[in-house]
């Protein structure tokens, strides 16, 4: 005969209050568990889909998601012409807030080279990747865009030929990919009016200081209006035997750029942008674990002490330690692992519902399982030394 | 056959000015199948003589001799004695307010101590029902405490004591939380279990009404058992 089993089939409704109650903090200890994975996989999303041998960036700066970069887009010719690179090309990468199917939305633009370059998107839901020079575009499906949809960004509209489910910026938004020419235009390119005023101020800066007169100014005024043809990286792959590292530092002795392999990026993100947050949400977990394991034991020193004068019967009787510590150890397991139970299965048919992603790993499941089972056979023990330190004499007298 | 002898068992808690003696020089022997009364008033020692009986208080002093075997001697318990196994094999137990394990059937309650002796299966189930039925309570087996009256719930009390065939019954205040008629009826009961079972019971009570046809009645006074009555 199972004490700890007849136990619970006495008190079924007690016991299911509790496994739910008990069950939604664990449901939001794994929860945090998959904030945490997503959190993560969303911040390295970017460098993982778009994975190249190596980052090449504005020098001294960690970028192009960790910090801004800027380099001008023809470097990559300098870069292609390193020995050891087998091809070279600029990429955009810029989170942008603009409206999209009437609601403001934001969102990260990656320009690439879209006939021979590096960096575009890799698995598609729906449609095709981008074919032509200019004016289409491929989305992330969370912005809820479908293939043909024409979306208006800054002065020209684009044509959504393909739809993809991977890649997002650090902070969870969709990545929108167009040509590097049409992304350098939405990003960089003003609107006619400002070009107007811009020339006009340049054209009266010139002649103004007497140097030009105002044919010769406007002459020059073209090579002094902001350069549009700029990236944020330039993104390489080796040819094949070529050392990564080798190459970088032919990289940063010649062009005067900084160099990053992909791991190293994703220790830039790890160390920098992401560092904060991610000691926070893990600072949090740590929370979460011990107030659970502090509610099980004191839901397991409760059961316990509502026991006792029960206990002391059993003692009375005969009943050796063994018995009693059984029964106590098992209904904290029974429980425990029953409201681990409806924790699991709540946030496994609920994680999708989350506005930023939620990953759930079998192994934190298992881990986290495993932490709050010893945490509540830990707490158990509590209740054991009270039912080991009941005297047999409380069973006498009157209740 | 003596099932318990107690010579000069002391019990005395405190000292000094804070001394204060429970129980002093007592002298007391049950045989099997003999059922004895202890009486007295509250505060008397009646729990303690209890407590001592059943080897769970550890005596001051005296000498405490169960089916044979010297449990206690002078100042210390016999090594090599486990107390608790000589209570669940030996000894069965009654008390004022049933004490029946909330989460368990009847039946299970009368299960519980045989399956804690290893007795388990078929064998035990035979047992619990048999005991059920002695008790007129079988019709209620599969009944959790909560819904039986006092009188069952006593009635299956006595069935879990009775269930190790034990050597020994210890009763305290068995009919406390009964009627008058349902205490006559337990009385009867534990009567009849001493002569059927020959197992000694000792009935711990304050009602004088309830122990008509007892062999020995010990008045308890003070913390001295100072008068022993035969009636028969």
Known sequence: MDLAIQDIKQHKGRCLATAIGVGLLFALVLSFNGIYRGFLFEGLSFIKTTNPDLWVVERYRGGPIDEESIVPEFFHYSVAAISGVAKASPIIFSPVEREILGKKRRFAIVGYYVFDGLGGPQKFVAGRGIRRAHYEMVAYKKLGLKVGDRVHLGLHTYTVVGLTAEGTDPEGEPLVYLSLPDAQEVLFQRDNEEIRNQRERLLQSLTTLGAFSPGEAEKYLDRLLPDTHLANAIVVKLAPGADPAAVARRIEKWLYLSVYTTDQETELMLKGRLAKAKAQTVMFRIILYIVSIVIISLVIYTLTLEKIRTIAVMKLIGAPNRVIIRMVLEESVLLTSASFLFGLVLIHNTYQVFPRLVVLYASDDFFTFVIVLLGAILASCLGVLQALKTEPALALGEQ | ?232
Do not use: C
């Open chain 2, 1 to 232: 056959m003596e099932v318990l002898k107690i010579e000069g068992l002391s019990e005395i808690f405190g000292f000094g000015r804070l001394e204060v003696r429970a129980l002093e020089d007592i002298n007391l022997s049950v045989s099997a199948g003999e059922l004895v009364a202890l009486l007295g008033p509250s505060g008397s020692g009646k729990t303690t003589m209890l407590l001592s009986t059943s080897l769970i208080l550890e005596p001051t002093t005296g000498k405490i001799v169960f089916d044979g075997q010297t449990i206690f001697q002078k100042n210390g318990w016999s090594g090599g004695v486990d107390i608790r196994r000589l209570r669940r094999e030996k000894m069965g137990f009654i008390f004022q307010s049933h004490n029946l394990i909330p989460f368990l059937t009847a039946r299970q309650n009368v299960l519980f101590p045989l399956n804690l002796v290893g007795v388990k299966g078929e064998p035990a189930n035979r047992r619990v029902m048999k005991l059920l039925e002695y008790m007129e309570i079988a019709d209620r087996a599969d009944y959790p405490p909560a819904l039986l009256s006092g009188g069952e719930q006593q009635r299956v009390a006595i069935a879990r004591a009775l269930a190790n065939n034990p050597r020994l019954i210890l009763a305290d205040e068995p009919t406390a939380s009964l009627d008058t008629i349902r205490g006559k009826k337990v009385m009867e009961l534990l009567k009849k279990i001493a002569k059927e079972n020959q197992s000694a019971v000792i009935v711990v009570t304050h009602d004088v009404r309830m122990i008509e046809g007892f062999d020995y009645v010990y008045y308890l006074k003070d913390g001295r058992l100072d008068k022993q009555s035969v009636t028969h």
